[in-house]
Structures are given as structure tokens and as C-alpha cells.
């Protein structure tokens, strides 16, 4: 519910005093239920045996959110299985409308690319995805991956901007991991 609550205000923030709908026109929309997901995501996480299979009240957290683009790009980011003690793990899909499929993304800043992503989090206002992948609970230590939404000309539908990784857990927050060692950036 926080999350959708910083998406809400944000969306309110940019749109200036006087505009009541700012929260309709955010392009972040909360997810809180199967029946709100396309057909093929909810074939992925309703049955027991699906690939990304979670109990519903899992998405009344507020983990589970759909990203709309201008341009009527659809990414929607949902748990994905079971997750561990503080790394929760989440695939996104994306498409058009009812187009509608399971996401491959860069990962690192070679040839990896993967299906799920642990921890993602969504800034409206920079209109970016993070994942940090915690080496411990403390969360100083990890990997952590920045993406934005592909351009119109892009078969992809997220494009890696930059890698940072802390290897050594020490205990220190150091203004945490948007600010760890960068191991690569998107020149």
C-alpha cells in the first residue's frame, strides 16, 4: 500500500495544484487481485503448478502494480513463486492491449538476460525500475540493476542503464546501494 501511495502522490506532484484526477492519470495502477491480470499472467501465478505461482492475498500487499506508457506500452510486475527471507523474486510481462507475454531483460551488461528480478521497485517520477538483490537482510551488500522502459523502436521492452554491486558486508549503509561500487553504465 505504500508503494501505492508514492506512485499516487507523485503522480499528483507532477500534475500541479488544481488537477483532482492526477491519481487516475498515474501511470502506475496497483494490482490487487487475480481477476485484475491479463489472462496469460494469471495463468503463470493462479495455478498451483504455474510457473510463478503465489496465493492472491499475496498481491493485497501491493507488490503486484502495472506500468502504462504514453504510447499504451504495458509492463506488469508481479511476485513470482516463494520468496526467501528478505529477496522476493518478480517477473514482468509486457505487450499492447491484450498482446500480452512473459518478459525477457538484461540482467548484467553482457549477454545475460533473465525472466525474473528480485525486489523491483518502480519510480514514477524517473520513470525507472531498480532491483536490489540482497547478499544479506541488513542490505549492504548485493547487486543492484537500474532499467527504464524501452523507446518506441525497441522490440525490448526494458533497456539496462547501469549495474552496481557491493561485494564486502561490512555493516555500512554508504548512502545505500544506488550509491555501491558501479561495475557498468549504459554510455
Not at 489472462?39 to 498481491?59: M, S, T
Request: a negative charge; one cysteine or more.
Amino acid at each position: 500500500m505504500k508503494r501505492q501511495l508514492i506512485a499516487a502522490v507523485t503522480a499528483a506532484a507532477l500534475a500541479g495544484p488544481g488537477n483532482v484526477s492526477a491519481e487516475a492519470s498515474s501511470p502506475v495502477r496497483p494490482i490487487a487481485h487475480f481477476a485484475d491480470l491479463p489472462d496469460v499472467v494469471r495463468a503463470d501465478v493462479e495455478p498451483d503448478d504455474g510457473d510463478c505461482h503465489i496465493e492472491e492475498q499475496r498481491l493485497a500487499y501491493g507488490d503486484a502494480f502495472e506500468v502504462t506508457g504514453e504510447t499504451g506500452k504495458r509492463l506488469i510486475i508481479v511476485p513470482c513463486g516463494q520468496s526467501g527471507a528478505y529477496n522476493m523474486p518478480f517477473a514482468i510481462y509486457g505487450g499492447y492491449g491484450d498482446r500480452i507475454s512473459r518478459t525477457v531483460f538484461p540482467l548484467k551488461f553482457s549477454e545475460t538476460t533473465g525472466d525474473t528480478a528480485v525486489n523491483i521497485r518502480y519510480d514514477a517520477a524517473e520513470g525507472r525500475f531498480t532491483s536490489l538483490l540482497k547478499g544479506r537482510g541488513l542490505g549492504d551488500c548485493g547487486s543492484y540493476y537500474a532499467w527504464r522502459a524501452a523507446g518506441l523502436d525497441s522490440t525490448d521492452f526494458l533497456v539496462l542503464e547501469e549495474v552496481r554491486i557491493k561485494e564486502e558486508c561490512d555493516a555500512r549503509a554508504d548512502g545505500g546501494p544506488a550509491t555501491w561500487p558501479l561495475v557498468w553504465k549504459r554510455q
